[in-house]
C-alpha cells in the first residue's frame, strides 16, 4: 500500500528557509515521477515541481524557481523541498504526490500535507 | 500556461441528484485530463485519469467525458460521501494545472 508522510513544515517568517521531506512506502520510490503540490488556505492546488524517478531531471513552477529546489534520495525512499526566501504567499498546505510510471502530473497518491506559515 | 476553468464554483445538491461539472482547457490538451476530490482537511484522491478512464476503487457513479479544450465530471446518483470539492488536472504541458475547484454542498 502506498503511503506518502510528509514533515518539516511550521512557522518561519519572511526571507526565512525551511526543509520539507516526504517518506515513501510501499511502491518501488525509484520507478516513480514524485511531485510537490501546495494549496493556500481556503484555496485551489497549486503544481509546484516534479522531478524523474533517477532524479536527473527536475520542473519548477515559475513562482518557486530560483528559491525552491527539490530533490530526492532513492537509497532513503525519501523526497525533500528546500525552500529559501520565503514569502507570506507562500503560506500553503504543502503535499507530496507520487505520479505514474510513464506520465509525470498524473498523481495517483498523496500524502497528508505538511502546513507551512510564513508571517513576521 | 494552460488556464483550467471549472463550472460551476460551487453546486447547491441533494442526495440522488445527477451532478455535472465542466472543465474547460484554454487550448487543446487532448485527453490529459484528471478530476480529484477533496474532502475538508484531507488530500485530494484520484478519481478519473485520461478524462475518462476510473482510477481501481471509485465508484462506477463517477464518469468523465470530454476531449481538447472541453470536459465533464458527471456523478450518476449523488451519495452523502460525494459532498466534497472537485478539481480537474491537465497534464499535457507543463506547468501542470488545476481549475480553480467545485464545491458541493447539500441543499
Known amino acids: 500500500q502506498v503511503h506518502l508522510v510528509e514533515s518539516g513544515g511550521g512557522l518561519v517568517k519572511p526571507g526565512g528557509s525551511l526543509r520539507l521531506s516526504c517518506a515513501a512506502s510501499?511502491?518501488?520510490?525509484?520507478?516513480?515521477?514524485m511531485s510537490w503540490i501546495r494549496q493556500a488556505p481556503g484555496k485551489g492546488l497549486e503544481w509546484l515541481s516534479d522531478?524523474?524517478?533517477?532524479?536527473?531531471?527536475?520542473s519548477y513552477a515559475e513562482s518557486v524557481k530560483g528559491r525552491f529546489t527539490m530533490s530526492r534520495d532513492n537509497a532513503k525512499n525519501s523526497l525533500h523541498l528546500q525552500m529559501n526566501s520565503l514569502r507570506v504567499e507562500d503560506t500553503a498546505v504543502y503535499f507530496c504526490?507520487?505520479?505514474?510510471?510513464?506520465?509525470?502530473?498524473?498523481?495517483?497518491?498523496w500524502g497528508q500535507g505538511t502546513l507551512v506559515t510564513v508571517s513576521s | 500556461d494552460i488556464q483550467m476553468t471549472q463550472s460551476p464554483a460551487s453546486l447547491s445538491v441533494s442526495v440522488g441528484d445527477r451532478v455535472t461539472i465542466t472543465c474547460q482547457a484554454s487550448?487543446?490538451?487532448?485527453?490529459?485530463l484528471n478530476w480529484f476530490q477533496q474532502k475538508p482537511g484531507k488530500a485530494p484522491k484520484l478519481l478519473i485519469y485520461?478524462?475518462?478512464t476510473l482510477e481501481t476503487g471509485v465508484p462506477s457513479r463517477f464518469s468523465g467525458r470530454g476531449s481538447g479544450t472541453d470536459f465533464t465530471l458527471t456523478i450518476s446518483s449523488l451519495q452523502p460521501e460525494d459532498i466534497a470539492t472537485y478539481y480537474c488536472?491537465?497534464?499535457?504541458?507543463?506547468?501542470?494545472?488545476f481549475g480553480q475547484g467545485t464545491k458541493l454542498e447539500i441543499k
Open positions: 504526490a507520487r505520479a505514474s510510471i510513464a506520465v509525470s502530473g498524473m498523481f495517483d497518491s
Open positions: 510501499g511502491f518501488t520510490f525509484s520507478d516513480h515521477y
Open positions: 522531478i524523474t524517478g533517477s532524479g536527473t531531471s527536475i
Open positions: 487550448q487543446d490538451i487532448s485527453n490529459y
Open positions: 485520461d478524462a475518462s
Open positions: 488536472e491537465q497534464y499535457d504541458h507543463l506547468p501542470w494545472t
